[in-house]
């Protein structure tokens, strides 16, 4: 269905209405009524209820809704303007979705069985209608809604869900609890209240958009502010003191909405009583929006624009091109971007040679967990293109999956980029929409951060709604309208000295930021900044490690040395050391520790191909007090390789010939032990690649399975709904059967009901008293029927009327002396077609002897 022109929108300075959406499937119709029955009918919000319905069968929801609420309820056919007090219902085989201050239908883009029409109008509510949108999931089957309601909570909505045993299908309600974006879990009927409650209350706007300045929030709230802010700080060991306070306030007035407080001093002591408030107020500051392939603009800018010049400036020694994903939140854009990447460079053959390593960082633990398992919901196909969604993913337990060739390029770590060391010699730093959350005088510090963080000529991305700000020296536009920068050459030194070499309290690090972010700025302390330009240009280069190898500080450019390894990251020197160098460094390092003294390696060989040896000092500190117990590890390169062999050539003259043999010996026997491992590699390769073809074949069956799974799960879903509004049809009925039948015998009037074929269809209780009918007898032909009347042409007038469709009155007599007026009339039905005729007898007998009486009179 297309969407119609538009109406006038309203004026810019009216205040939008709030818009709950009410999402349901299978089950939910009885959970429906039972929310509108308990909504107020001046709510002042508007209602809009979506639901899986089959798009082949008339929608009765608007009717059966009706009943249970005094407000209007409306089926939407086209776009209309939304009003408040109003119930707007989804038509079948469309898609409702808010546009300004309109309602719009639109054909489903998704073929039928993956239809997600609850996630499709959420999201539209959070885009549009941000604090003022509330999404409400009852009950019903898969996990449509679940995304939907993460983009509403992520833009400061408010969120339900059906308490999961009192819904007749809870998958749909379960799932979304169990992804932490449901902020009440209540019953159907507990819901209304609680909404208005909430919409109502103040705290929910923000202070923003009442119009009170940032300063005045600071001003009335700072003491609450800082005692709150100081118990997540010991809960969570992250401090969130640079944060904006409209951010904070407005995030904690939800927390304070949802449970009924009406103060910061109530709700500090609620965190003080109850600890795991802490964990959900700090994760509802952490929410990430983020989606894959978000922005397309940006996307499709990175891929002709961008990274083809960032791939062809890098030399044919340096194939590696080095990613940060700063804020990454669970993994869409990092994935998005490894896949544009594997785009790129099969499209240029002369990039075929470049590897990606992407390390992508975020400070919610719960996000990195889910990234790392690279599963995500089948909702994520209204924003991955079908032919990337079969390239780059395979169908896995109701989702997808990320392909292992996708998920190798990608190192996620919970990283503090406020507190921890950044990411260095980077050739992309992403950073979209993390940096609107942070004071202004934090945002500059990270800017000339990244600056320090990438190389010269590097990208750096940011969101939409961010800049570069007065750091304009340090990056220059390449497309302004995508927030996509280039780094200046200038600023490193400043950049260098923004980089702490410990952690330091934030609020210290706030203070000393006005001296350092603008390029321009002669710094206070110069000494300590061309201290840090001596380091830089003369120190070797060098890390400090614990007694577990644990790297604790880098100093210098330690890329040649070390290296990050695959998989989930880890920080140790015996993960990150070369393969030439990490079995002598990792004895010497032990060595080291049990001596308490420095231990010298010389003319290490990196790799093979290296003509430049490395000589390594191991050394354990014992001053001052603070390293006690550390280690420094410092490289510096030595002799090349041709010089150093010559020398150990030299020397091995006089090596005794028994070492010489038993040397020659032991390289033969690591040359059999090749040869076998060879072998047995061969041999598991050939059956590792009979496994993949199995596999394969299996993985093609699974999908083709999941796909019918899939098609079977919505069409249940679609014929649970029917079925549902048909029970409720036949329960209006069944009651609708009931009222006549009880009107029929209040009115002691004997009635027979005949069909066309003039067989008995009903009769009333007091037909006994002049035919002997029983309910067996239903379907009995008139003719066959035994009776007190003296009425031997009753069949015959019964087809006259219905020949004639002419009604006939006459007053009978029966055997036993008691007398009827019969009429026999013609039964039609709402359309007005003749299906059969009714016969009523009314008791005369009390007249007709009344008439005798005065006839003898």
């Given at each position: 269905?297309?969407?119609?022109?538009?109406?006038?929108?309203?004026?810019?300075?009216?205040?939008?209405?709030?818009?709950?959406?009410?999402?349901?499937?299978?089950?939910?119709?009885a959970?429906?009524?039972?929310?509108?029955?308990?909504?107020?009918?001046?709510?002042?919000?508007?209602?809009?209820?979506?639901?899986?319905?089959?798009?082949?069968?008339?929608?009765?929801?608007?009717?059966?809704?009706?009943?249970?609420?005094?407000?209007?309820?409306r089926?939407?056919?086209?776009?209309?303007?939304?009003?408040?007090?109003?119930?707007?219902?989804?038509?079948?085989?469309?898609?409702?979705?808010?546009?300004?201050?309109?309602?719009?239908?639109?054909?489903?883009?998704?073929?039928?069985?993956?239809?997600?029409?609850?996630?499709?109008?959420?999201?539209?509510?959070?885009?549009?209608?941000?604090?003022?949108?509330?999404?409400?999931?009852?009950?019903?089957?898969?996990?449509?809604?679940?995304?939907?309601?993460?983009?509403?909570?992520?833009?400061?909505?408010?969120?339900?869900?059906?308490?999961?045993?009192?819904?007749?299908?809870?998958?749909?309600?379960?799932?979304?609890?169990?992804?932490?974006?449901?902020?009440?879990?209540?019953?159907?009927?507990?819901?209304?209240?609680?909404?208005?409650?909430?919409?109502?209350?103040?705290?929910?706007?923000?202070?923003?958009?009442?119009?009170?300045?940032?300063?005045?929030?600071?001003?009335?709230?700072?003491?609450?502010?800082?005692?709150?802010?100081?118990?997540?700080?010991?809960?969570?060991?992250?401090?969130?003191?640079?944060?904006?306070?409209?951010?904070?306030?407005?995030?904690?007035?939800?927390?304070?909405?949802?449970?009924?407080?009406?103060?910061?001093?109530?709700?500090?002591?609620?965190?003080?009583?109850?600890?795991?408030?802490?964990d959900?107020l700090?994760?509802?500051?952490?929410?990430?929006?983020?989606?894959?392939?978000?922005?397309?603009?940006?996307?499709?800018?990175?891929?002709?624009?961008?990274?083809?010049?960032?791939?062809?400036?890098?030399?044919?020694?340096?194939?590696?091109?080095?990613?940060?994903?700063?804020?990454?939140?669970?993994?869409?854009?990092?994935?998005?971007?490894?896949m544009?990447?594997?785009?790129?460079?099969?499209?240029?053959?002369?990039?075929?040679?470049?590897?990606?390593?992407?390390?992508?960082?975020?400070?919610?633990?719960?996000?990195?967990?889910?990234?790392?398992?690279g599963?995500?919901?089948?909702?994520?196909?209204?924003?991955?293109?079908?032919?990337?969604?079969?390239?780059?993913?395979?169908?896995?337990?109701?989702?997808?999956?990320?392909?292992?060739?996708?998920?190798?390029?990608?190192?996620?770590a919970?990283?503090?980029?406020?507190?921890?060391?950044?990411?260095?010699?980077?050739?992309?730093?992403?950073?979209?929409?993390?940096?609107?959350?942070?004071?202004?005088?934090?945002?500059?510090?990270?800017?000339?951060?990244?600056?320090?963080?990438?190389?010269?000529?590097?990208?750096?991305?940011?969101?939409?709604?961010?800049?570069?700000?007065?750091?304009?020296?340090?990056?220059?536009?390449?497309?302004?309208?995508?927030?996509?920068?280039?780094?200046?050459?200038?600023?490193?030194?400043?950049?260098?000295?923004?980089?702490?070499?410990?952690r330091?309290?934030v609020?210290?690090?706030?203070?000393?930021?006005?001296?350092?972010?603008h390029?321009?700025?002669?710094?206070?302390?110069?000494?300590?900044?061309?201290?840090?330009?001596?380091?830089?240009?003369?120190?070797?280069?060098?890390?400090?490690?614990?007694?577990?190898?644990?790297?604790?500080?880098i100093?210098?450019?330690?890329?040649?040395?070390?290296?990050?390894?695959?998989?989930?990251?880890?920080w140790?020197?015996?993960?990150?050391?070369?393969?030439?160098?990490?079995?002598?460094?990792?004895?010497?390092?032990?060595?080291?520790?049990?001596?308490?003294?420095p231990?010298?390696?010389?003319?290490?060989?990196?790799?093979?191909?290296?003509?430049?040896?490395?000589?390594?000092?191991?050394?354990?500190?014992?001053?001052?007090?603070?390293?006690e117990?550390?280690?420094?590890?410092?490289f510096?390169?030595?002799?090349?390789?041709?010089?150093?062999?010559?020398?150990?050539?030299?020397?091995?003259?006089g090596?005794?010939?028994?070492?010489?043999?038993?040397?020659?010996?032991?390289?033969?026997?690591?040359?059999?032990?090749?040869?076998?491992?060879?072998?047995?590699?061969?041999?598991?390769?050939?059956?590792?690649?009979?496994?993949?073809?199995?596999?394969?074949?299996?993985?093609?069956?699974?999908?083709?399975?999941?796909?019918?799974?899939?098609?079977?799960?919505?069409?249940?879903?679609?014929?649970?709904?029917?079925?549902?509004?048909?029970?409720?049809?036949?329960?209006d009925?069944?009651?609708?059967?009931?009222?006549?039948?009880?009107?029929?015998?209040?009115?002691?009037?004997?009635?027979?009901?005949?069909?066309?074929?003039?067989?008995?269809?009903?009769f009333?209780?007091?037909i006994?008293r002049?035919?002997?009918?029983?309910?067996?007898?239903?379907?009995?032909?008139?003719?066959?029927?035994?009776?007190?009347?003296?009425?031997?042409?009753?069949?015959?007038?019964?087809?006259?009327?219905?020949?004639?469709l002419?009604?006939?009155?006459?007053?009978?007599?029966?055997?036993?002396g008691?007398?009827?007026?019969?009429?026999?009339?013609?039964?039609?039905?709402?359309?007005?077609?003749?299906?059969?005729?009714?016969?009523?007898?009314?008791?005369?007998?009390?007249?007709?002897?009344?008439?005798?009486?005065l006839?003898?009179?």
């Open positions: 269905m297309s969407e119609p022109p538009l109406a006038e929108s309203p004026p810019a300075t009216a205040a939008p209405i709030g818009i709950v959406g009410i999402g349901a499937s299978a089950g939910g119709l959970a429906m009524e039972q929310f509108l029955a308990q909504v107020p009918p001046a709510s002042g919000l508007a209602y809009v209820v979506v639901q899986h319905l089959d798009p082949t069968h008339k929608g009765m929801l608007s009717e059966l809704l009706q009943r249970c609420t005094a407000m209007p309820v089926e939407v056919q086209s776009a209309q303007d939304i009003q408040p007090n109003v119930v707007y219902v989804i038509a079948p085989n469309a898609e409702l979705r808010v546009s300004g201050n309109h309602l719009c239908p639109a054909l489903p883009t998704q073929p039928r069985g993956r239809r997600l029409p609850v996630d499709v109008l959420f999201s539209s509510m959070a885009r549009e209608r941000g604090a003022r949108a509330v999404g409400v999931v009852l009950s019903g089957m898969g996990e449509d809604g679940t995304l939907g309601l993460q983009a509403i909570k992520s833009q400061g909505g408010l969120t339900l869900a059906q308490q999961p045993d009192s819904a007749q299908f809870d998958a749909m309600p379960r799932n979304a609890i169990a992804a932490g974006c449901v902020d009440i879990v209540a019953v159907p009927g507990d819901m209304p209240a609680r909404i208005v409650a909430l919409t109502r209350a103040p705290p929910l706007a923000g202070p923003a958009e009442a119009g009170v300045s940032e300063e005045a929030v600071a001003a009335a709230d700072a003491a609450p502010l800082a005692t709150i802010l100081a118990l997540v700080q010991e809960h969570t060991r992250h401090d969130l003191t640079l944060y904006k306070s409209n951010t904070l306030l407005r995030r904690i007035a939800r927390r304070m909405a949802v449970h009924g407080l009406a103060s910061m001093v109530a709700y500090e002591g609620f965190l003080r009583q109850n600890p795991q408030e802490i959900l700090f994760n509802e500051v952490l929410i990430g929006v983020t989606a894959f392939f978000r922005d397309p603009q940006v996307w499709q800018e990175l891929t002709d624009a961008v990274l083809p010049p960032l791939l062809a400036q890098r030399g044919a020694d340096d194939r590696q091109l080095r990613v940060w994903v700063a804020g990454c939140s669970t993994g869409e854009e990092a994935y998005s971007l490894a544009v990447f594997a785009e790129v460079i099969e499209s240029r053959p002369e990039f075929s040679d470049f590897t990606l390593q992407i390390f992508a960082t975020d400070l919610s633990a719960d996000a990195i967990a889910f990234a790392r398992a599963q995500y919901p089948a909702a994520i196909a209204h924003d991955v293109p079908p032919q990337r969604l079969a390239r780059f993913f395979t169908q896995h337990a109701g989702g997808y999956l990320i392909s292992p060739r996708i998920r190798e390029t990608v190192l996620f919970q990283h503090d980029v406020i507190l921890d060391p950044p990411f260095t010699r980077l050739d992309l730093l992403s950073c979209r929409n993390l940096m609107i959350y942070f004071s202004a005088p934090l945002q500059h510090r990270l800017v000339a951060l990244f600056h320090y963080s990438l190389r010269p000529g590097g990208v750096l991305l940011l969101g939409e709604s961010e800049t570069v700000g007065r750091s304009q020296a340090l990056f220059t536009p390449l497309h302004p309208k995508s927030r996509i920068y280039s780094r200046n050459l200038r600023g490193g030194v400043i950049g260098a000295a923004l980089f702490p070499t410990h330091r309290p609020a210290k690090m706030a203070a000393q930021e006005t001296s350092l972010i390029p321009y700025t002669l710094p206070v302390n110069l000494q300590s900044l061309a201290d840090q330009v001596v380091l830089q240009l003369f120190s070797p280069a060098a890390v400090l490690v614990n007694e577990s190898g644990d790297i604790v500080y100093n210098g450019r330690t890329g040649r040395y070390l290296e990050p390894a695959a998989g989930k990251a880890n140790n020197i015996h993960v990150m050391a070369r393969p030439g160098i990490r079995a002598q460094l990792s004895v010497a390092l032990r060595s080291a520790l049990q001596a308490r003294s231990v010298e390696l010389q003319g290490l060989k990196i790799d093979d191909e290296d003509t430049v040896l490395v000589d390594i000092t191991v050394r354990p500190l014992a001053h001052p007090r603070a390293l117990g550390m280690v420094m590890i410092a510096r390169d030595a002799l090349p390789a041709q010089t150093a062999r010559s020398r150990r050539a030299r020397a091995a003259q090596v005794d010939a028994a070492v010489s043999e038993e040397l020659i010996r032991s390289r033969e026997e690591i040359r059999a032990l090749r040869q076998e491992m060879l072998a047995s590699q061969e041999e598991l390769q050939a059956a590792n690649e009979e496994l993949q073809s199995t596999n394969e074949e299996l993985q093609s069956a699974n999908e083709e399975l999941t796909t019918a799974k899939e098609e079977a799960q919505s069409m249940n879903e679609e014929l649970q709904t029917i079925n549902g509004e048909l029970q409720a049809k036949l329960d009925l069944a009651l609708a059967q009931s009222d006549m039948q009880n009107l029929l015998n209040s009115t002691d009037i004997a009635t027979l009901f005949l069909d066309n074929e003039l067989n008995v269809r009903r009333t209780e007091q006994t002049v035919i002997h009918l029983r309910e067996g007898d239903v379907g009995r032909p008139l003719s066959e029927l035994a009776s007190t009347l003296i009425y031997p042409e009753l069949y015959a007038d019964v087809k006259e009327t219905l020949r004639t002419a009604f006939t009155e006459k007053q009978i007599a029966t055997t036993d008691q007398w009827f007026s019969v009429r026999i009339m013609p039964y039609r039905t709402l359309s007005n077609v003749i299906q059969g005729a009714v016969i009523t007898f009314v008791d005369i007998t009390t007249a007709k002897a009344l008439e005798s009486r006839r003898k009179e």
